[in-house]
């Protein structure tokens, strides 16, 4: 084999091991992923759009609990984290005049110095009936404890096909 095939094979291998790797797809995949809660009735909450928290302490976490659960009486208890070994994600989608969204994932991975978070949100297609009311679609995660930056990817929206049910 001549040495210009050789580069030519080697600098191909690296490339799609670097460069065409698909977003989100590299580093190594956590695990250790607890979903404490997920919900569809955050419509209070003061922030418009998506919101995407890192909470690393019990008090943070227990202002974002009662906030996000602002609409229920009584508001769930809290669940006990310990912020020593865990810390929680929180995920929520802007507001939506019916039910039928939800959020999906997330896909977290462990990508050079920062942890990234992958979800997308999820559209009811056509053949969907949905309730008639406001929501607005969260959720809690906990994941072990990390001083990582965490990224947070957006993904298309999903559109969940009912006539498949």
């Known amino acids: 084999m001549k040495f210009s095939t050789v580069v030519v094979i080697m600098i191909t291998a690296m490339g799609l091991s670097c460069s065409d790797t698909p977003a989100g797809e590299e580093g190594v995949v956590l695990e250790d992923v607890v979903e404490i809660e997920f919900g569809s009735n955050a419509h209070y909450y003061p922030q418009e759009g998506d919101v995407t928290k890192k909470i690393s302490s019990g008090s943070v976490f227990q202002q974002e609990w009662e906030t996000v659960h602002q609409s229920m009486i009584p508001i769930p208890e809290l669940p006990e984290v310990n912020f020593n ?26 990508v050079d110095d920062q942890i990234v978070v992958k979800y997308a949100e999820v559209h009811p297609g056509n053949s969907c009936g949905t309730t008639q009311a406001l929501t607005r679609p969260y ?15 957006k993904g298309k929206t999903i559109f969940f096909d009912c006539s498949k049910l």
């Open 139 to 153: 959720k809690f995660i906990s994941i072990p404890k990390s001083d990582k930056n965490i990224k947070f990817q």
């Open 85 to 110: 070994e865990r810390m929680v994600i929180l995920l929520m989608i802007e507001g939506k005049s019916t039910g039928g969204y939800t959020i999906d994932g997330p896909q977290i991975r462990l």
